[in-house]
Protein backbone atom coordinates (compact mmCIF):
# COMPACT_ATOMS: atom_id res chain seq x y z
CA UNK A 1 0.00 0.00 0.00
CA UNK A 2 2.73 2.49 1.09
CA UNK A 3 4.96 2.09 -2.34
CA UNK A 4 1.92 2.30 -4.49
CA UNK A 5 0.70 5.49 -2.52
CA UNK A 6 3.98 7.23 -2.62
CA UNK A 7 3.66 8.31 -6.22
CA UNK A 8 0.77 9.19 -5.68
CA UNK A 9 1.00 11.33 -2.75
CA UNK A 10 4.08 13.32 -3.91
CA UNK A 11 2.40 14.04 -7.47
CA UNK A 12 -1.00 15.53 -5.21
CA UNK A 13 1.94 17.81 -3.58
CA UNK A 14 3.22 18.96 -6.31
CA UNK A 15 -0.13 19.80 -8.19
CA UNK A 16 -1.65 21.42 -4.56
CA UNK A 17 1.91 23.30 -3.98
CA UNK A 18 1.81 25.15 -7.99
CA UNK A 19 -2.00 25.45 -7.14
CA UNK A 20 -1.51 27.49 -3.75
CA UNK A 21 1.29 29.17 -5.38
CA UNK A 22 -0.57 30.38 -8.26
CA UNK A 23 -3.92 31.96 -6.26
CA UNK A 24 -4.24 34.86 -5.15
CA UNK A 25 -2.99 36.06 -1.70
CA UNK A 26 -6.24 36.64 -0.53
CA UNK A 27 -8.07 33.77 -1.74
CA UNK A 28 -6.96 31.62 1.51
CA UNK A 29 -9.14 28.21 2.50
CA UNK A 30 -10.61 27.90 5.64
CA UNK A 31 -7.51 25.36 6.17
CA UNK A 32 -4.67 27.57 5.62
CA UNK A 33 -5.88 29.91 8.03
CA UNK A 34 -2.70 30.51 10.57
CA UNK A 35 -4.04 31.69 14.00
CA UNK A 36 -2.55 31.78 17.32
CA UNK A 37 -1.58 28.07 18.73
CA UNK A 38 -3.95 28.60 21.95
CA UNK A 39 -5.47 25.58 21.38
CA UNK A 40 -3.54 22.03 20.29
CA UNK A 41 -4.95 18.65 19.12
CA UNK A 42 -1.84 15.73 18.66
CA UNK A 43 -2.68 13.08 16.72
CA UNK A 44 -0.55 10.32 18.62
CA UNK A 45 0.40 7.03 16.20
CA UNK A 46 1.72 3.67 17.90
CA UNK A 47 0.91 -0.13 18.07
CA UNK A 48 -1.34 -1.42 19.76
CA UNK A 49 1.09 -4.54 20.66
CA UNK A 50 4.41 -4.10 22.04
CA UNK A 51 7.93 -6.23 21.55
CA UNK A 52 8.81 -3.87 18.63
CA UNK A 53 11.57 -2.09 20.65
CA UNK A 54 12.12 1.79 21.30
CA UNK A 55 9.04 2.20 18.76
CA UNK A 56 6.41 3.34 21.36
CA UNK A 57 8.74 4.77 23.52
CA UNK A 58 10.40 7.10 20.85
CA UNK A 59 6.73 8.91 19.79
CA UNK A 60 6.44 9.29 23.83
CA UNK A 61 9.67 10.83 24.51
CA UNK A 62 8.57 13.26 21.89
CA UNK A 63 5.72 13.95 23.07
CA UNK A 64 6.74 14.83 25.96
CA UNK A 65 9.47 16.89 24.77
CA UNK A 66 6.91 18.97 22.34
CA UNK A 67 4.52 19.47 25.75
CA UNK A 68 8.04 20.57 27.50
CA UNK A 69 9.47 22.72 25.32
CA UNK A 70 6.59 23.74 22.16
CA UNK A 71 3.49 23.43 24.15
CA UNK A 72 3.85 24.73 27.69
CA UNK A 73 2.07 27.17 28.32
CA UNK A 74 -1.26 25.63 26.62
CA UNK A 75 -0.23 22.19 28.00
CA UNK A 76 -0.01 24.04 31.47
CA UNK A 77 -3.52 25.46 30.61
CA UNK A 78 -4.78 21.90 29.78
CA UNK A 79 -5.28 23.43 26.21
CA UNK A 80 -3.38 20.34 24.37
CA UNK A 81 -5.43 17.74 23.50
CA UNK A 82 -4.64 14.12 22.00
CA UNK A 83 -6.24 11.74 19.65
CA UNK A 84 -4.63 8.14 19.79
CA UNK A 85 -4.52 5.62 16.82
CA UNK A 86 -3.05 2.91 18.40
CA UNK A 87 -3.12 1.31 21.90
CA UNK A 88 0.35 2.57 23.63
CA UNK A 89 -0.86 5.89 22.93
CA UNK A 90 -3.92 5.52 24.78
CA UNK A 91 -2.13 3.96 27.37
CA UNK A 92 0.14 6.86 28.02
CA UNK A 93 -2.47 9.38 27.47
CA UNK A 94 -4.68 7.31 30.03
CA UNK A 95 -2.15 6.91 32.58
CA UNK A 96 -0.92 10.74 32.07
CA UNK A 97 -4.23 11.99 32.40
CA UNK A 98 -3.93 14.27 28.90
CA UNK A 99 -7.22 15.10 27.29
CA UNK A 100 -8.07 13.03 25.12
CA UNK A 101 -10.99 13.43 22.60
CA UNK A 102 -10.95 10.14 20.09
CA UNK A 103 -9.18 6.92 20.28
CA UNK A 104 -8.82 4.71 17.46
CA UNK A 105 -6.75 1.71 17.60
CA UNK A 106 -8.87 0.05 15.16
CA UNK A 107 -6.81 2.14 12.15
CA UNK A 108 -4.16 0.35 12.93
CA UNK A 109 -4.92 -3.16 12.03
CA UNK A 110 -7.80 -2.15 9.20
CA UNK A 111 -6.12 1.10 7.95
CA UNK A 112 -8.50 1.85 4.76
CA UNK A 113 -8.34 5.36 3.00
CA UNK A 114 -12.18 5.04 3.93
CA UNK A 115 -11.60 4.82 7.14
CA UNK A 116 -9.18 7.36 7.61
CA UNK A 117 -10.97 10.02 5.30
CA UNK A 118 -13.69 9.73 7.56
CA UNK A 119 -11.10 10.61 10.83
CA UNK A 120 -9.78 13.76 8.59
CA UNK A 121 -13.30 15.19 7.88
CA UNK A 122 -13.41 15.10 11.52
CA UNK A 123 -10.38 16.61 12.52
CA UNK A 124 -10.49 19.06 9.72
CA UNK A 125 -14.13 20.23 11.05
CA UNK A 126 -12.79 20.86 13.96
CA UNK A 127 -10.11 23.26 12.87
CA UNK A 128 -12.79 24.87 10.50
CA UNK A 129 -14.62 25.41 14.02
CA UNK A 130 -11.91 26.59 15.61
CA UNK A 131 -12.21 23.76 18.12
CA UNK A 132 -8.34 24.06 17.69
CA UNK A 133 -5.79 26.56 16.04
CA UNK A 134 -2.76 23.65 15.35
CA UNK A 135 -2.83 19.84 14.36
CA UNK A 136 0.21 17.81 14.93
CA UNK A 137 1.01 14.06 14.53
CA UNK A 138 3.81 12.46 16.00
CA UNK A 139 4.37 9.10 14.50
CA UNK A 140 7.51 6.67 13.15
CA UNK A 141 8.24 7.60 9.61
CA UNK A 142 9.46 3.96 7.16
CA UNK A 143 12.96 3.84 6.28
CA UNK A 144 14.32 0.86 5.93
CA UNK A 145 13.33 -2.24 7.78
CA UNK A 146 16.02 -1.67 10.23
CA UNK A 147 15.51 1.79 10.64
CA UNK A 148 12.30 4.23 11.68
CA UNK A 149 12.39 7.96 11.84
CA UNK A 150 10.64 9.81 14.12
CA UNK A 151 8.32 12.47 12.75
CA UNK A 152 6.58 15.22 14.51
CA UNK A 153 4.84 17.02 11.30
CA UNK A 154 1.85 20.12 11.58
CA UNK A 155 -1.01 18.82 9.26
CA UNK A 156 -3.02 22.23 10.00
CA UNK A 157 -3.12 25.26 8.95
CA UNK A 158 -1.87 23.22 5.49
CA UNK A 159 1.24 25.41 4.33
CA UNK A 160 2.93 25.27 1.00
CA UNK A 161 6.98 25.59 0.51
CA UNK A 162 8.33 28.14 -2.36
CA UNK A 163 11.39 27.99 -3.24
CA UNK A 164 12.81 31.77 -3.00
CA UNK A 165 15.03 31.39 -6.01
CA UNK A 166 12.15 29.28 -8.03
CA UNK A 167 9.15 31.13 -7.35
CA UNK A 168 7.47 31.30 -10.82
CA UNK A 169 3.22 32.11 -10.72
CA UNK A 170 1.86 29.36 -12.98
CA UNK A 171 -0.63 30.59 -14.95
CA UNK A 172 -3.51 27.55 -14.97
CA UNK A 173 -6.84 27.45 -16.58
CA UNK A 174 -9.49 26.27 -14.09
CA UNK A 175 -12.50 23.79 -15.74
CA UNK A 176 -14.50 24.23 -12.98
CA UNK A 177 -14.31 27.34 -10.75
CA UNK A 178 -11.11 27.29 -9.34
CA UNK A 179 -12.91 27.58 -5.78
CA UNK A 180 -14.25 24.66 -6.36
CA UNK A 181 -11.06 22.81 -7.33
CA UNK A 182 -9.48 24.10 -4.17
CA UNK A 183 -12.71 23.24 -1.94
CA UNK A 184 -11.54 19.59 -3.59
CA UNK A 185 -7.82 19.31 -3.98
CA UNK A 186 -7.15 20.33 -0.33
CA UNK A 187 -9.15 18.25 1.80
CA UNK A 188 -8.37 15.28 -0.38
CA UNK A 189 -4.22 16.08 0.39
CA UNK A 190 -5.03 15.98 4.10
CA UNK A 191 -6.69 12.74 4.20
CA UNK A 192 -4.04 11.77 2.02
CA UNK A 193 -1.30 12.70 3.98
CA UNK A 194 -3.12 11.12 7.08
CA UNK A 195 -3.25 8.07 5.72
CA UNK A 196 0.20 8.05 4.54
CA UNK A 197 0.86 9.01 8.47
CA UNK A 198 -0.89 6.08 9.50
CA UNK A 199 0.56 3.63 6.60
CA UNK A 200 4.40 4.43 7.44
CA UNK A 201 3.65 3.96 11.28
CA UNK A 202 1.99 0.39 10.42
CA UNK A 203 5.26 -0.43 8.57
CA UNK A 204 7.49 0.87 11.03
CA UNK A 205 6.00 -1.19 13.60
CA UNK A 206 6.78 -4.45 11.13
CA UNK A 207 10.09 -3.42 10.72
CA UNK A 208 10.96 -2.43 14.53
CA UNK A 209 9.31 -5.74 15.58
CA UNK A 210 11.15 -7.65 12.95
CA UNK A 211 14.14 -5.93 14.15
CA UNK A 212 13.27 -6.63 18.04
CA UNK A 213 12.81 -10.39 17.06
CA UNK A 214 16.60 -10.76 15.77
CA UNK A 215 17.84 -8.97 18.83
CA UNK A 216 15.81 -10.65 21.16
CA UNK A 217 17.01 -14.28 18.93
CA UNK A 218 20.37 -13.52 18.78
CA UNK A 219 20.69 -12.89 22.84
CA UNK A 220 18.80 -16.39 23.33
CA UNK A 221 21.33 -17.74 21.56
CA UNK A 222 24.42 -15.99 23.58
CA UNK A 223 22.33 -16.86 26.72
CA UNK A 224 21.96 -20.14 25.78
CA UNK A 225 25.89 -20.58 25.04
CA UNK A 226 26.40 -18.94 28.62
CA UNK A 227 24.48 -21.61 30.39
CA UNK A 228 25.92 -23.97 28.08
CA UNK A 229 29.63 -22.79 29.66
CA UNK A 230 28.01 -22.52 33.29
CA UNK A 231 26.66 -26.16 32.55
CA UNK A 232 29.78 -27.83 32.02
CA UNK A 233 31.56 -26.36 34.01
CA UNK A 234 29.31 -27.19 36.98
CA UNK A 235 29.21 -30.92 35.54
CA UNK A 236 33.06 -31.20 34.91
CA UNK A 237 33.08 -29.71 39.14
CA UNK A 238 31.32 -32.56 39.75
CA UNK A 239 32.45 -35.33 38.24
CA UNK A 240 36.17 -33.75 39.30
CA UNK A 241 34.62 -34.08 42.99
CA UNK A 242 33.44 -37.74 42.60
CA UNK A 243 36.65 -38.79 41.58
CA UNK A 244 38.72 -37.56 44.10
CA UNK A 245 36.03 -38.88 46.70
CA UNK A 246 36.68 -42.30 45.19
CA UNK A 247 40.45 -42.13 44.81
CA UNK A 248 40.32 -40.75 48.69
CA UNK A 249 38.00 -43.35 49.82
CA UNK A 250 40.39 -46.19 48.28
CA UNK A 251 43.67 -45.21 49.72
CA UNK A 252 41.07 -45.05 53.14
CA UNK A 253 40.76 -48.40 52.68
CA UNK A 254 44.77 -49.56 51.34
CA UNK A 255 45.83 -47.95 54.61
CA UNK A 256 43.28 -49.94 56.76
Wanted: hydrophobic share 40%; charged share 25%; proline share 3%.
Amino acid sequence: KIINLRPYANHLSYILNNLLISKNEDQQHPLEEVRNPERILIILITSNKGLCGGFNNAVIKETERTLLNVYRQQHQQKNVSFLCIGKKAVDYVQKKKYPLIGIHSDLTDNCTFENVSLLAEEIMQKFISKEYDKVEVIFNRFKNAATQVLTNQTILPLTHEIEKDNKQKIDFIFEPKKEEIYDQMIPLFIKVTLYRFILNSVVSEHGARMTAMHQATENAKDLIKDLNLTYNKVRQAAITNALIEMVSGAESLKNS
